[in-house]
């Protein structure tokens, strides 16, 4: 499986972007898709989940202010985030994985810069 993630940029406080991260290969085996970022200095850590069949799961920091979504059939997931603080300013990976038990296997795609600045 290869991810292929693009949409990063610059974009001042309280504006928008929307990341878009596109499946290749085997995607039949995929059951979760989504998105971490990391920002320098700090550990990379969830910003949200989309499985299979739709149920989502968003880290508490960017509850209200980013939606991820799914395109079965274009294989790819987005996330659309909007209100945006300098916080959110990192590296963001798309991220995949499946089956679920013991054959899993996770994908990372290549990271995409987003600045929140001034």
């Known amino acids: 499986v290869q991810l292929q993630a693009s949409g990063g940029g610059l974009v001042q406080p309280g504006g928008s972007l929307r990341l878009s991260c596109a499946a290749s290969?085997?995607?039949?085996?995929?059951?979760?898709m989504g998105w971490f970022r990391q920002a320098p200095g700090k550990q990379r850590e969830l910003v949200a989940t989309?499985?299979?069949?739709?149920?989502?799961n968003y880290s508490d920091s960017v509850k209200g202010r980013f939606t991820i979504s799914r395109d079965n059939a274009k294989n790819t997931v987005y996330l659309q985030m909007n209100s945006l603080k300098s916080e959110d300013t990192a590296v963001y990976y798309c991220?995949?994985?499946?089956?679920?038990?013991?054959?899993?296997?996770?994908?990372w795609g290549q990271g995409t810069q987003v600045t929140v600045s001034s």
């Open positions: 991220y995949a994985y499946g089956p679920y038990g013991p054959s899993r296997n996770d994908y």
């Open positions: 290969g085997q995607i039949f085996s995929i059951n979760v």
């Open positions: 989309i499985t299979n069949g739709g149920s989502i």
